[in-house]
């Protein structure tokens, strides 16, 4: 069997908050292989984010161990996380978050840059001609549609030819219709690279999509499994 | 468009040499610089003074290098005090070119009936006067100056008609001739060079100043030689004549000056003033120093989750600081660039609305030096104000990309931020010390700034505090007011810090204008002799003394030997190879007045040595003032020289005084043992105290006697003296007065700023009040009585601050007791109350007058 891709080891993480230390995970055991798609399902509050955050190294967990794409998150500082993030893992976000002064061109070929790649703005016009925005390459983000907006990150996502895929809520804030695009695209794209995919969504149907569903609660996973062994019952 | 065709438009503009940083910098900025007008305003404004005062300089000094020979009144001049030129230095200087004579002092000029008299500053001049240059004479249009000054003609100042009452075509008394006045003087090209003056000038011929009287040997004339030297001399000339003079007349106590530096004390003095100038400048520059800072904090809070985007994108830290460090150069830059173009056109402005007060025509010019200070000192205070909110950027997480997080209230920057903090402050400081002559005054300058920041950071600190600790007050408006002081992102730190240190400025130049002026008019002519009277020769002062005791029986007479002389030698080593702190200059420079005496004299203690025995016959001694002696590294052994009457004369240091100069009794750096100079032509200088109550009519009777009695003895009335010096000394504070305004002026950019910032907290704070069932003027009175508050308390640790430094200034630098002023107090609250109120002023019209639905709606 190859190598986890992510592999998290009785990982916690309490918050320090003016009411006192709150529990946010707990115990928490994963195991996510290259090419798997995972949905993260479960109730407001119930952790998810958090985990996502913990997968992306863009929080430190407090207890327990996190190995993703060979690095080990835990031991790494800050500039060393956003270097393996950076070649190895990327983020979708529900409200997007492009950088407004900045082409859809310029906003793909971001992560390239940081990492000095002198190709970045030719691979990004690629990508953004891949998720179907080759024509909006010189667009602003506030010259686009929400979708397309969303595409923009897809791409940006997409660009370092990253391992992992992560996605928080990535329809969130899109109409039926132009999210259904998105997720296609989505979907389409982690399977043409082999790219692992975990995706936090409160959309059922959505996570119906995912070969496998981690439903969570009170900042524990309390089932995971294939999508046909989820309470709704539903299958793909 | 095809992708390639984009994608290789793209690599072409964005110039792929330029670094990742560099690129991604300038490709956030073509937005444009919003939110970052007061952070450009602010570094212009003080870039703007600083390359303003500098290119004011380089103006006037380009007009002393462009008008040097006219200015000089030739190539080269030789002057000095008493000693007309010999017959053998006269042939010496004719041989070396075109020479013309004159000689200056000060004398009374009087009208014929007595009934009104002058203090004038007397020049004879030979034929050939003006060597260079022309004389302009009012309503004469080319004046022939050899010929209305011959026969007892005299050429006068405007001045001295009106005093005198007098006008062109009247004789008026001057010594013990009459002098018949030709014409006005509107232009005289070397007056500069001549020593401050003080009265009007009167121009004779030499013929008329030898029947004067006034130009006896002993009397204090300055005879000065100006010469053309033939041909287009160049500097190495200039120098070789230097030399030459050295070597033929290695005695003759010259002082020479040419065309480079016509006036080396008019030039001092310039630069002093633009070094000056420079540190009000850097302290406006320090002050809107806050506005940048605030402008940065409030970009960086604003970009948070664009901050963040970058770190989940795989951005360093290193790469966020640089990218911002670079947007935020460029911006300093497009200030500075601002602030030099203003500095540059400051002299073509200034120039015509200074008209004559300059002493020299401008002549425009640019000076690379000049604009690098500017720039320099704009840059540094741009980075060290921005560093620091900058290395905020790096506390940002990314994580706010998934969830709201307050931002923290406090964050401490890493440790490499704060140690470039406080390189950037050491350059600053560096920078400042490098360019000021008086090293230590900048020192002072530079931690008084510091600390008068960190006293005002703390206040700010410390009412917010205290607002967060008090007890609400029960009244609505009250308690949301002290609400507002004491809240997290509040105005309290911007008000304090904005206005602070210009207030501390104004109220320490007012209050030490309000100990100074009170010194000179009431405390100095309480204290001080009445007259002073210059040149009384030898054999008149017994006469002089009976008259003086006729008139004014009760009167107090002290006199002394009055000669003047130049310092050559001291310790061993030739004046001009040393190099002596600002403040004691003066001493080696030029001509000193000396005296001898067998007593200590009044308004002097000894301080140490012990003073020469009555009668003493042994090696000359001299007495030196213990401050200046001990600047200039003497002490008791030592050996000075001075040049006196055309000799060099050596004398042992055998005690050093100290001297209370403010008594004005009669006193001097040096004084000798009586065998010294005993034998040397001379006449006396005599002061005269009347008692308290003697009226003013007995006053100008006593002054009209010694005129009619005396003519060629000059007596100058202390109180107008005193006056004359009043009226310029005012003037120089108008002036410093208007460069303090200037840090008062960034105060109000940095706290407008500040303003505008708040607005939109503010606005949302007033629709919930307003939904609340709050009125307008409740509203209103909340901001007021915020402004109210927070102006008050900053105006009054300003009082408190600016009170101690100008105490310190005036009680330890210039020995005048202090005294304090209701009105600095009042200024202080006017300025600062008028400034919160206007400025809050505008932005509560906003808040009162902003719709409550679209900020309900957007919340």
Same mark, same amino acid.
């Given at each position: 069997?190859?190598?986890?891709?992510?592999?998290?080891?009785?990982?916690?993480?309490?918050?320090?908050?003016? #009411?006192?230390?709150?529990?946010?995970?707990?115990?928490?055991?994963?195991?996510?292989?290259?090419?798997?798609? =995972?949905?993260?399902?479960?109730?407001?509050?119930?952790?998810?984010?958090?985990?996502?955050?913990?997968?992306?190294?863009?929080?430190?967990?407090?207890?327990?161990?996190?190995?993703?794409?060979?690095?080990?998150?835990?031991?790494?500082?800050?500039?060393?996380?956003?270097?393996?993030?950076?070649?190895?893992?990327?983020?979708?976000?529900?409200?997007?978050?492009?950088?407004?002064?900045?082409? #859809?061109?310029?906003? =793909?070929?971001?992560?390239?840059?940081?990492?000095?790649?002198?190709?970045?703005? #030719?691979?990004?016009?690629?990508?953004?001609?891949?998720?179907?925005?080759?024509?909006?390459?010189?667009?602003?983000?506030?010259?686009?549609?929400?979708?397309?907006?969303?595409?923009?990150?897809?791409?940006?996502?997409?660009?370092?030819?990253?391992?992992?895929?992560?996605?928080?809520?990535?329809?969130?804030?899109?109409?039926?219709?132009?999210?259904?695009?998105?997720?296609?695209?989505?979907?389409?794209?982690? &399977?043409?690279?082999?790219?692992?995919? =975990?995706? =936090?969504?409160?959309?059922?149907?959505?996570?119906?999509?995912?070969?496998?569903?981690?439903?969570?609660?009170?900042?524990?996973?309390?089932?995971?499994?294939?999508?046909?062994?989820?309470?709704?019952? &539903? #299958?793909? | 468009?095809?992708?390639?065709?984009?994608?290789?438009?793209?690599?072409?503009?964005?110039?792929?040499?330029?670094?990742?940083?560099?690129?991604?910098?300038?490709?956030?900025?073509?937005?444009?610089?919003?939110?970052?007008?007061?952070?450009?305003?602010?570094?212009?404004?003080?870039?703007?003074?600083?390359?303003?005062?500098?290119?004011?300089?380089?103006?006037?000094?380009?007009?002393?290098?462009?008008?040097?020979?006219?200015?000089?009144?030739?190539?080269?001049?030789?002057?000095?005090?008493? !000693?007309?030129?010999?017959?053998?230095?006269?042939?010496? @200087?004719?041989?070396?070119?075109?020479? /013309?004579?004159?000689?200056?002092?000060?004398?009374?000029?009087?009208?014929?009936?007595? /009934?009104?008299?002058?203090?004038?500053?007397?020049?004879?001049?030979?034929?050939?006067?003006?060597?260079?240059?022309?004389?302009?004479?009012?309503?004469?249009?080319?004046?022939?100056?050899?010929?209305?000054?011959?026969?007892?003609?005299?050429?006068?100042?405007?001045?001295?008609?009106?005093?005198?009452?007098?006008?062109?075509?009247?004789?008026?008394?001057?010594?013990?001739?009459?002098?018949?006045?030709?014409?006005?003087?509107?232009?005289?090209?070397?007056?500069?060079?001549?020593?401050?003056?003080?009265?009007?000038?009167?121009?004779?011929?030499?013929?008329?100043?030898?029947?004067?009287?006034?130009?006896?040997?002993?009397?204090?004339?300055?005879? !000065?030689?100006?010469?053309?030297?033939?041909?287009?001399?160049?500097?190495?000339?200039?120098?070789?004549?230097?030399?030459?003079?050295?070597?033929?007349?290695?005695?003759?106590?010259?002082?020479?000056?040419?065309?480079?530096?016509?006036?080396?004390?008019?030039?001092?003095?310039?630069?002093?003033?633009?070094?000056?100038?420079?540190?009000?400048?850097?302290?406006?520059?320090?002050?809107?120093?806050?506005?940048?800072?605030?402008?940065?904090?409030?970009?960086?809070?604003?970009?948070?989750?664009?901050?963040?985007?970058?770190?989940?994108?795989?951005?360093?830290?290193?790469?966020?600081?640089?990218?911002?460090?670079?947007?935020?150069?460029?911006?300093?830059?497009?200030?500075?660039?601002?602030?030099?173009?203003?500095?540059?056109?400051?002299?073509?402005?200034?120039?015509?609305?200074?008209?004559?007060?300059?002493?020299?025509?401008?002549?425009?010019?640019?000076?690379?030096?000049?604009?690098?200070?500017?720039?320099?000192?704009?840059?540094?205070?741009?980075?060290?104000?921005?560093?620091?909110?900058?290395?905020?950027?790096?506390?940002?997480?990314?994580?706010?990309?998934?969830?709201?997080?307050?931002?923290?209230?406090?964050?401490?920057?890493?440790?490499?931020?704060?140690?470039?903090?406080?390189?950037?402050?050491?350059?600053?400081?560096?920078?400042?010390?490098?360019?000021?002559?008086?090293? !230590?005054?900048?020192?002072?300058?530079?931690?008084?700034?510091?600390?008068?920041?960190?006293?005002?950071?703390?206040?700010?600190?410390?009412?917010?505090?205290?607002?967060?600790?008090?007890?609400?007050?029960?009244?609505?408006?009250?308690?949301?007011?002290?609400?507002?002081?004491?809240?997290?992102?509040?105005?309290?730190?911007?008000?304090?810090?904005?206005?602070?240190?210009?207030?501390?400025?104004?109220?320490?130049?007012?209050?030490?204008?309000? /100990? @100074?002026?009170?010194?000179?008019?009431?405390?100095?002519?309480?204290?001080?002799?009445?007259?002073?009277?210059?040149?009384?020769? !030898?054999?008149?002062?017994?006469?002089?003394?009976?008259?003086?005791?006729?008139?004014?029986?009760?009167?107090?007479?002290?006199?002394?030997?009055?000669?003047?002389?130049?310092?050559?030698?001291?310790?061993?080593?030739?004046?001009?190879?040393?190099?002596?702190?600002?403040?004691?200059?003066?001493?080696?420079?030029?001509?000193?007045?000396?005296?001898?005496?067998?007593?200590?004299?009044?308004?002097?203690?000894?301080?140490?040595?012990?003073?020469?025995?009555?009668?003493?016959?042994?090696?000359?001694?001299?007495?030196?003032?213990?401050?200046?002696?001990?600047?200039?590294?003497?002490?008791?052994?030592?050996?000075?020289?001075?040049?006196?009457?055309?000799?060099?004369?050596?004398?042992?240091?055998?005690?050093?005084?100290?001297?209370?100069?403010?008594?004005?009794?009669?006193?001097?750096?040096?004084?000798?043992?009586?065998?010294?100079?005993?034998?040397?032509?001379?006449?006396?200088?005599?002061?005269?105290?009347?008692?308290?109550?003697?009226?003013?009519?007995?006053?100008?009777?006593?002054?009209?006697?010694?005129?009619?009695?005396?003519?060629?003895?000059?007596?100058?009335?202390?109180?107008?003296?005193?006056?004359?010096?009043?009226?310029?000394?005012?003037?120089?504070?108008?002036?410093?007065?208007?460069?303090?305004?200037?840090?008062?002026?960034?105060?109000?950019?940095?706290?407008?700023?500040?303003?505008?910032?708040?607005?939109?907290?503010?606005?949302?704070?007033?629709?919930?009040?307003?939904?609340?069932?709050?009125?307008?003027?409740?509203?209103?009175?909340?901001?007021?009585?915020?402004?109210?508050?927070?102006?008050?308390?900053?105006?009054?640790?300003?009082?408190?601050?600016?009170?101690?430094?100008?105490?310190?200034?005036?009680?330890?630098?210039?020995?005048?007791?202090?005294?304090?002023?209701? /009105?600095?107090?009042?200024?202080?609250?006017?300025?600062?109350?008028?400034?919160?109120?206007?400025?809050?002023?505008?932005?509560?019209?906003?808040?009162?007058?902003?719709?409550?639905?679209?900020?309900?709606?957007?919340?």
């Amino acid at each position: 069997m190859s190598e986890p891709l992510i592999n998290l080891q009785a990982v916690g993480l309490t918050l320090d908050s003016r #009411a006192g230390a709150v529990k946010v995970l707990d115990g928490i055991d994963l195991v996510v292989r290259e090419g798997e798609t =995972v949905a993260v399902v479960g109730p407001s509050g119930s952790g998810k984010t958090s985990l996502l955050m913990l997968i992306a190294g863009l929080e430190q967990a407090t207890r327990g161990r996190i190995t993703v794409a060979g690095h080990d998150f835990t031991a790494l500082g800050e500039d060393a996380l956003a270097r393996a993030r950076g070649g190895a893992i990327g983020i979708v976000f529900q409200s997007f978050h492009l950088v407004p002064t900045m082409t #859809a061109l310029e906003n =793909v070929a971001l992560p390239l840059e940081f990492r000095g790649q002198p190709d970045a703005l #030719a691979s990004a016009a690629a990508v953004l001609g891949e998720v179907g925005l080759g024509h909006r390459l010189e667009h602003f983000p506030s010259q686009l549609s929400g979708g397309e907006q969303q595409r923009v990150a897809l791409a940006r996502a997409l660009v370092p030819s990253p391992r992992l895929l992560l996605a928080d809520e990535p329809t969130g804030n899109l109409d039926g219709a132009t999210g259904r695009q998105v997720v296609d695209l989505l979907f389409a794209a982690s &399977a043409r690279r082999n790219t692992s995919l =975990v995706m =936090v969504t409160h959309d059922e149907a959505l996570a119906r999509r995912c070969r496998r569903v981690l439903r969570m609660a009170d900042g524990k996973i309390v089932s995971d499994g294939a999508h046909a062994e989820t309470p709704t019952g &539903a #299958a793909a | 468009m095809t992708v390639e065709a984009v994608v290789e438009g793209r690599l072409e503009t964005n110039r792929q040499w330029l670094p990742t940083v560099l690129m991604l910098a300038l490709r956030e900025l073509r937005s444009g610089i919003g939110g970052f007008y007061v952070f450009v305003a602010c570094v212009a404004l003080g870039v703007a003074v600083i390359s303003g005062v500098g290119a004011l300089g380089d103006a006037l000094r380009a007009g002393f290098e462009s008008q040097g020979e006219t200015l000089l009144g030739g190539d080269v001049t030789l002057s000095r005090p008493h !000693r007309r030129a010999e017959v053998a230095e006269r042939a010496w @200087i004719d041989a070396r070119g075109r020479a /013309s004579e004159s000689a200056t002092l000060r004398a009374m000029a009087r009208r014929l009936d007595g /009934s009104e008299q002058s203090l004038v500053e007397l020049k004879g001049v030979d034929g050939v006067y003006p060597l260079v240059g022309a004389m302009r004479v009012r309503d004469v249009p080319v004046a022939d100056v050899p010929r209305l000054l011959a026969g007892a003609g005299a050429l006068v100042d405007p001045i001295l008609l009106e005093s005198l009452g007098v006008g062109v075509g009247d004789r008026m008394q001057l010594g013990k001739t009459e002098v018949q006045i030709r014409g006005v003087i509107e232009t005289e090209p070397d007056r500069i060079s001549d020593r401050m003056t003080f009265g009007p000038r009167v121009l004779v011929d030499l013929a008329t100043l030898e029947v004067s009287g006034l130009a006896e040997p002993g009397g204090l004339v300055r005879w !000065r030689y100006a010469l053309k030297l033939p041909g287009v001399s160049d500097a190495s000339e200039l120098v070789r004549f230097r030399d030459q003079l050295k070597g033929a007349l290695p005695d003759a106590g010259f002082t020479v000056a040419d065309r480079r530096d016509p006036s080396p004390q008019v030039s001092r003095t310039l630069e002093r003033l633009r070094q000056f100038l420079t540190l009000i400048g850097l302290t406006s520059l320090l002050v809107g120093g806050v506005g940048v800072a605030n402008a940065v904090a409030t970009y960086i809070d604003r970009r948070r989750r664009i901050i963040a985007t970058f770190k989940s994108l795989g951005a360093s830290n290193q790469q966020i600081f640089l990218i911002h460090l670079t947007q935020v150069v460029v911006i300093a830059l497009v200030g500075i660039a601002i602030g030099l173009l203003l500095g540059l056109v400051f002299p073509l402005v200034l120039t015509p609305l200074l008209g004559d007060a300059l002493p020299v025509q401008t002549a425009f010019s640019v000076r690379p030096w000049s604009l690098a200070i500017a720039s320099t000192y704009g840059l540094l205070v741009a980075l060290l104000f921005t560093v620091w909110p900058l290395g905020r950027a790096s506390a940002i997480r990314a994580a706010v990309l998934f969830r709201d997080e307050v931002a923290p209230d406090r964050v401490r920057p890493p440790l490499w931020i704060m140690i470039a903090t406080a390189s950037i402050a050491a350059m600053l400081l560096a920078v400042a010390l490098a360019t000021s002559e008086s090293q !230590r005054i900048a020192l002072y300058f530079c931690l008084s700034l510091a600390a008068i920041f960190a006293l005002f950071w703390a206040l700010g600190q410390g009412i917010t505090l205290l607002a967060r600790r008090l007890p609400r007050p029960r009244r609505p408006t009250l308690r949301l007011a002290l609400a507002s002081i004491g809240s997290p992102g509040g105005l309290t730190r911007s008000v304090v810090l904005s206005l602070g240190t210009g207030l501390s400025l104004l109220v320490a130049v007012s209050l030490a204008d309000s /100990s @100074i002026v009170d010194e000179l008019e009431s405390r100095l002519p309480r204290n001080s002799p009445d007259f002073f009277v210059l040149d009384i020769p !030898r054999a008149d002062i017994e006469g002089f003394t009976a008259l003086v005791k006729r008139v004014t029986p009760a009167a107090h007479i002290n006199q002394a030997p009055m000669l003047r002389g130049r310092l050559v030698q001291i310790a061993g080593r030739p004046v001009e190879q040393i190099k002596p702190t600002a403040e004691v200059q003066w001493v080696l420079s030029g001509d000193r007045g000396l005296t001898y005496g067998d007593a200590v004299p009044e308004g002097s203690r000894l301080v140490e040595g012990d003073w020469w025995p009555a009668g003493y016959d042994g090696e000359p001694r001299v007495s030196f003032e213990a401050d200046i002696a001990r600047r200039l590294g003497l002490k008791i052994g030592d050996t000075i020289v001075v040049n006196v009457l055309g000799r060099n004369i050596e004398a042992r240091i055998a005690n050093l005084r100290e001297v209370r100069w403010e008594s004005l009794a009669i006193n001097f750096v040096m004084v000798f043992s009586p065998n010294t100079m005993r034998g040397a032509p001379h006449n006396l200088l005599a002061t005269i105290t009347l008692p308290a109550a003697t009226p003013l009519a007995q006053e100008a009777e006593l002054s009209r006697q010694i005129g009619r009695a005396y003519p060629a003895v000059t007596a100058v009335r202390v109180r107008d003296a005193i006056n004359a010096f009043n009226t310029v000394f005012r003037k120089i504070m108008v002036a410093v007065r208007a460069a303090g305004s200037i840090t008062l002026i960034a105060g109000a950019l940095v706290l407008a700023g500040a303003l505008a910032t708040a607005q939109r907290r503010r606005i949302k704070q007033a629709v919930i009040i307003k939904v609340l069932g709050g009125t307008r003027w409740e509203i209103l009175s909340m901001h007021a009585a915020e402004y109210v508050m927070l102006a008050t308390a900053t105006a009054l640790l300003a009082v408190v601050l600016g009170s101690l430094a100008s105490w310190l200034a005036v009680t330890r630098l210039m020995d005048v007791p202090f005294v304090f002023s209701l /009105s600095a107090v009042g200024m202080a609250l006017g300025i600062a109350s008028a400034l919160v109120l206007f400025l809050g002023g505008l932005g509560t019209w906003r808040v009162l007058n902003a719709p409550a639905v679209p900020h309900l709606r957007t919340e």
